[in-house]
């Protein structure tokens, strides 16, 4: 079946800093994949996306490329602010449809 | 704002009792999709619905059923409750039903049972 794994947290970094979230992936097919964030109290927000081998979802600053050969799907952000204090989650979307998803990494930014 | 909503935002019950969660989804969106969120389990799938149909299944239990109603609004039904059914529900919706689609999720309810 489809599974995602992403580096446990939690992850506390101070402003600025360089922030890499792991995510690994084992599924069937060629499955899209998928960053979402959850800030406090809120529900889940789509960050970024890619559809296909090779390809670079972006947003906000945050970048992940779809690596087919190491079925990798690696979150990264070259300069943390302490808005982006929040848990992210890694998931992938199948043929059947349903969104499968990391455990989550809480990121802590501090001032 | 995702343009997803469901209600209530929170939900205060005690086991063996029934409760209804509901899920209004974007405009235009057909497809409709029920997620628990617990500690211990994390984000886990449970039933997706397109255009009033049921279409996938996922860790549903058979205390729990939901239905997609002609205007799409859907409803999650949660009977018989035990302690460890407190969680976060979400509802997302997506255009389609295609794997590439973008889905998009409510705040969800968060259900306490006592």
């Known amino acids: 079946g489809n599974s995602v794994t992403q580096m446990e947290g939690p992850v506390t970094l101070s402003e600025e800093a360089f922030l890499t979230i792991n995510c690994t992936y084992t599924?069937?097919?060629?499955?899209?994949l998928f960053w979402y964030v959850q800030y406090p109290g809120e529900g889940l927000q789509l960050l970024l996306k890619?559809?296909?081998?090779?390809d670079k979802g972006s947003n906000k600053g945050f970048e992940a490329t779809y690596r087919k050969e190491t079925t990798s799907f690696h979150l990264e952000k070259g300069s943390v602010q302490v808005s982006d204090s929040a848990v992210y989650f890694c998931?992938?979307?199948?043929?059947?449809?349903?969104?499968?998803f990391g455990a989550g990494t809480t990121v802590t930014v501090r001032a | 704002d995702s343009g997803v909503t469901q209600t209530p935002k929170h939900l205060i019950t005690a086991t063996g009792q029934r409760v209804t969660l509901r899920c209004s989804p974007r405009?235009?969106?057909?497809?409709v999709y029920w997620y628990q969120q617990s500690l211990d389990q994390g984000l886990q799938f449970l039933i997706q619905?397109?255009?009033?149909?049921?279409?996938a299944k996922g860790n549903i239990l058979e205390r729990f059923s939901a239905q997609q109603f002609p205007d799409l609004h859907s409803e999650l039904n949660l009977s018989s409750l035990e302690l460890g059914d407190s969680a976060l529900y979400f509802c997302?919706?997506?255009?389609?039903?295609?794997?590439?689609?973008?889905?998009?999720f409510g705040p969800g309810t968060r259900l306490t049972v006592l």
């Open positions: 997302a919706s997506s255009v389609q039903d295609l794997g590439t689609d973008t889905q998009y």
């Open positions: 405009s235009g969106d057909l497809s």
């Open positions: 998931a992938l979307c199948s043929n059947d449809y349903k969104l499968s």
């Open positions: 619905y397109y255009n009033g149909e049921e279409r």
């Open positions: 599924a069937t097919g060629y499955p899209s």
């Open positions: 890619a559809t296909k081998a090779d």
